[in-house]
């Protein structure tokens, strides 16, 4: 792979998931350094979201764009209320579903102490308060809101254990706090909550239908305007891209190919792939999305050069981890 971060030599530094790990990881971002961290969702690469020149330092490691609006994460929903404008749906969600995989885009609070490179100049702020213990004790220990994306090379496959974040980051970034497998796999789901009908920017962690019932209607599309700019990477077509071509609903598998499996019956021709992994032989989309980040890039180690992707159905977690495949799956 041709990541600057493979050929710097690795500075940065792995902390252990204890009080002196926290501690120091909670000092490094407080002094305006990059520290990725584990969500229950991904990977974070985090920055004090109050400091300009820290949050520079993100869109520099990952090479993101930086028109792409980041999260600010708190470490409780009290914290979050005071940054942003609630309307009511908004304040429901934020109370069903905080600490948790939501994050909520809502209109800046005039007194926010999120900087404006955060947002992209956009009025709108999207906030979020994790449930991963380590995460929600880093926050409190900074006292800061923390913007963090995925912790990856812009574009590719997000990070779901400390060992992808240093594959894609090693020397680009200060530390990596190690807590693990993060449990849920797949990226929060954004909702917009800007005075209309609250809108689906992102799926992820949250299901559509739990959205629908705490809400009492579905979520809406995001508006067309939103297509043109997009309002962060991961709505960009390409995305969580492996190396490889992505090869989607494959009804076999051809030789040379890895696969990507589903369920107990697998399609043709999966024995004789190159390499091949089974998200849930149970078919169970919550034990797929957690394994579907390290599953891709187990599949591009293999060398092969198209992964085929079983059908994976739509239900539940299914609409995030077929988002997030579609993407991997787009022209690039
Ligand atoms: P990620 O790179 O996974 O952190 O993606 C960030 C996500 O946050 C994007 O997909 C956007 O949908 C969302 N986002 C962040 N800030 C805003 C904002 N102000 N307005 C709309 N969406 C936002
Ligand atoms: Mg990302």
Known sequence: MNDPGSTVPSATRRLPADAAGLAEAAALLRAGRLVAFPTETVYGLGADATDPAAVTGIFAAKARPRFNPLI????DAVAALAEGVF??????????????PLTLVVPAHTGTRVCDLVRAGLPSLALRVPAHPLARD???EVGRPVAAPSANWSGRVSPTRAAHVLDDLAGRISAVLDGGDTPVGVESTVVACLGGPPRLLRPGGITRAALRDVLGLDPAAPEAADADRPAGPGMLASHYAPRARVRLDAVRVEPGEAALLFGPRPPAGHETARASLNLSPAGDPA???ARLFGALRD???????TIAVAPIPEDGLGEAIRDRL?????PR
């Open 326 to 330: 579609a993407r991997a799956a787009a």
């Open 287 to 289: 034990e797929a999305a």
């Open 138 to 140: 880093l926050l409190a």
């Open 72 to 75: 600010s994460h708190l470490p």
């Open 299 to 305: 599949l591009d180690a293999s060398g092969a050069e």
């Open 87 to 100: 309307d009511a749906p908004a304040r429901r969600l934020a109370e069903a579903f905080w600490p948790g």
